[in-house]
C-alpha cells in the first residue's frame, strides 16, 4: 500500500462509502480503485487528484498533504545516482537490498530521519543582516 493509497481509504471509511460506491462517483471502475488503494497502480494524475479532493470536500493544507502523499506514492521507484558519488550509488542500494526486510520500526526510525534532511534543506533560511 503507498502513502496515498492508504490515505484514500482513511478518507473513503470515514465517509462510509464502499470502494464500489466511490469509484462510481468519481468515474473509475471498483478494480482501478481497489489497485491504487493498494498500491498496485502508479502515481496518480493531477485531474484524478483533483477529482479525490472535490470528492471528499478536502480544502488548503490537507490538499496540499494528499498532493505531497500523492507524490510520494509512485510503487516502483527508480533512483539515479550518476554523476553523484560513490555514497549516494552504495546508499541506493543497499537501501533497494534491505527495503523488504525492514520492519516497521526500523521503517519509521529511517523514515523520520529522511524526513529531518529534507526539512533541513528546505526550511526559509533565517536573512542576514
Do not use: C
Request: charged content about 30%.
Amino acid at each position: 500500500m503507498t502513502p496515498f493509497g492508504k490515505r484514500v481509504r482513511e478518507l473513503r471509511a470515514a465517509k462510509r462509502v464502499t470502494q464500489k460506491q466511490m469509484a462510481s462517483d468519481i468515474g473509475v471502475s471498483p478494480a482501478w480503485l481497489s489497485a491504487l488503494e493498494k498500491g498496485h497502480r502508479g502515481r496518480p494524475n493531477w485531474a484524478f487528484l483533483q477529482r479525490i479532493i472535490a470528492y471528499f470536500n478536502i480544502i488548503w493544507d490537507e490538499a496540499d498533504e494528499l498532493v505531497e502523499l500523492a507524490r510520494l506514492s509512485h510503487p516502483k521507484i527508480t533512483v539515479d545516482t550518476s554523476g553523484l558519488s560513490p555514497e549516494a550509488t552504495e546508499t541506493a542500494n543497499l537501501l533497494a537490498e534491505l527495503i523488504a526486510e525492514l520492519d516497521r520500526e526500523e521503517l519509521e526510525s529511517l523514515l523520520g530521519e529522511l524526513r529531518q534532511m529534507r526539512e533541513k534543506r528546505t526550511a526559509p533560511q533565517p536573512e542576514k543582516r
